[in-house]
């Protein structure tokens, strides 16, 4: 079968976008598959991937341009390739899909609520503006193409009340290309546990309530815990957490460090406040199973709480609350969830997430 990913942002090695594209094209390659991947820019070495790339640009000055030659660029490629679906992420106002909606089987990919974005993250007016024009034209085209995939059930039963869509919703996988266990090379220590976070530091992350949780527990308990942060944070963020000297931020790291970083922590960490319809596709949890890493984490939060419950590869803690019980109960038990992480690993993998898929795009080519 001949699939498109058509998508308006940079293939970039080091986003997380990308990098689940990646992951998702490569086991769909695996499976006999000849997959594109249609971008602005990339500055991946095409050589090194089982799929092909067409970018708009080699080197991409100015966003706006890259998008537009891509446009004309992929006319001609469709005319040349008849993909037989074509799967488009429209992140942005400048990504004109509707032309292959008449003619071929298109899907969308939905990974947020494009509005809601708008309004929560701290943008230039430019940039929301921008994000309110690709708002309104998801709306103008998401009843008309074959079906949506998306990337939570919840951000999936938000839209499917507001428009008239066949849909699925289909977690990222557990990128194990990337992720995977390592010795640790530090001596472990019965007093200090090493916990660690990675991934971009947005506000629906609750890091600052982590913080607030960990230091309270440092101050009630003779066991002590040391938090490594690994991401791309604000000037704000960084000037609060200066104050907790037992945080250690460390800035972006590519993929092989941040890895390394994490194999020498005891546990990690995710929280999700509930800010937004929906929390997001479970990715830092993923990375975590990846390097079978214990993991805490908040709450009745669908793809969260109830992955970490049912699969027993972590604890759920209310990181407002000051009864440290549950987390004491999971630091004494860090290495009975050892086990159980294969089960949790093999259920969501790139390899069973493509499977999902591929089904759900053979079914919409028949409808």
């Keep these: 079968m001949n699939i498109d990913f058509y998508v308006s942002y940079k293939f970039e090695q080091n986003d ?55 446009n004309l660029k992929y006319r001609k490629h469709y005319k040349e390739k008849k993909p037989h679906i074509i799967i488009a992420r429209p992140d942005s106002f400048l990504f004109k899909i509707h032309y292959y909606i008449k003619k071929n089987n298109v899907l969308l990919n939905i990974h947020t609520c494009i509005e809601e974005e708008a309004k929560i993250n701290k943008l230039s007016f430019r940039h929301r503006f921008n994000m309110i024009l690709a ?156 390097m079978n890493k214990p993991i805490l984490t908040t709450t009745n939060v669908i793809g969260y709480s109830d992955i970490v419950t049912d699969y027993n590869v972590g604890s759920c803690v209310d990181f407002d609350d000051k009864n440290f019980e549950d987390f004491n109960s999971f630091l004494r038990d860090l290495n009975s969830y050892k086990i159980n992480f294969p089960n949790a690993i093999s259920e969501y993998s790139w390899e069973s997430q493509s499977g999902k898929w591929l089904s759900f795009i053979k079914n919409s080519i028949k409808a």
């Design 135 to 290: 708002a309104k034209y998801r709306e103008k085209i998401i009843c008309k193409v074959k079906g949506v995939v998306f990337n939570h059930p919840l951000l999936e039963q938000y839209y499917y009340k507001k428009y008239d869509i066949v849909s699925t919703s289909i977690y990222n996988g557990i990128n194990t290309y990337d992720f995977f266990p390592k010795e640790m090379t530090r001596q472990t220590n019965k007093d200090v546990y090493t916990c660690g976070f990675v991934g971009n530091i947005s506000v629906w992350h609750g890091l600052e309530d982590v913080c607030v949780y960990f230091e309270n527990y440092n101050k009630t308990s003779l066991k002590q815990i040391e938090l490594i942060i690994i991401g791309k944070a604000n000037h704000d963020f960084i000037e609060k957490i200066s104050k907790y000297n037992f945080v250690k931020y460390l800035g972006e790291k590519d993929k092989s460090d941040a890895n390394s970083i994490l194999n020498n922590c005891d546990f990690c960490v995710v929280n999700v406040l509930s800010l937004r319809v929906s929390p997001g596709s479970p990715i830092k949890l993923f990375d975590y199973l990846a």
């Design 16 to 70: 997380s976008r990308s990098t689940s594209l990646k992951c998702l094209c490569t086991e769909l390659s695996k499976k006999s598959h000849d997959v594109r991947v249609i971008t602005p820019y990339t500055d991946f070495i095409k050589d090194s991937l089982p799929f092909e790339i067409l970018p708009g640009l080699k080197k991409i000055r100015s966003f706006i341009l890259g998008n537009i030659i891509l």
